[in-house]
């Protein structure tokens, strides 16, 4: 029940980062960025106000980091840590025989 809540808000989550992401501006998308050329004369490059699109992509990315790391662990939790080798069924070799075997030739 609480997994299936997960994976709601998981799936909730990644779509609304999508339009997020989608809907922000580009930083320096003027002409002279695609020249290289910086608009400012700052260290960095201009940096404005954080406006409420960049808030919601910081949450949207921590809640999808935190439902991540939930359901990987809900996943672990539910099958166990399991070998590769655990569902192998090899089937023993018989010893080979050492007195029946001929001389080398020389």
Not at 32 to 44: R, V
Not at 60 to 85: E, Q
Request: proline fraction near 6%; hydrophobic fraction near 45%.
């Amino acid at each position: 029940m609480l997994t299936t809540l997960i994976y709601i808000v998981h799936i909730f989550v990644c779509f609304f980062l999508i339009i997020v992401v989608l809907l922000q501006s580009g930083k320096s998308g003027d002409i002279a960025a695609a020249f290289g050329g910086q608009g400012s004369q700052t260290a960095f490059g201009p940096r404005g106000a954080a406006t409420i699109l960049t808030k919601a992509t910081t949450w949207c990315a921590i809640i999808f980091m935190l439902t991540s790391i939930t359901l990987s662990i809900a996943a672990s939790h539910k099958t166990g840590p399991k070998s590769v080798l655990t569902d192998y069924k090899s089937t023993p070799t018989a010893p080979a025989k050492s007195g029946n075997s001929p001389a080398p030739k020389k």
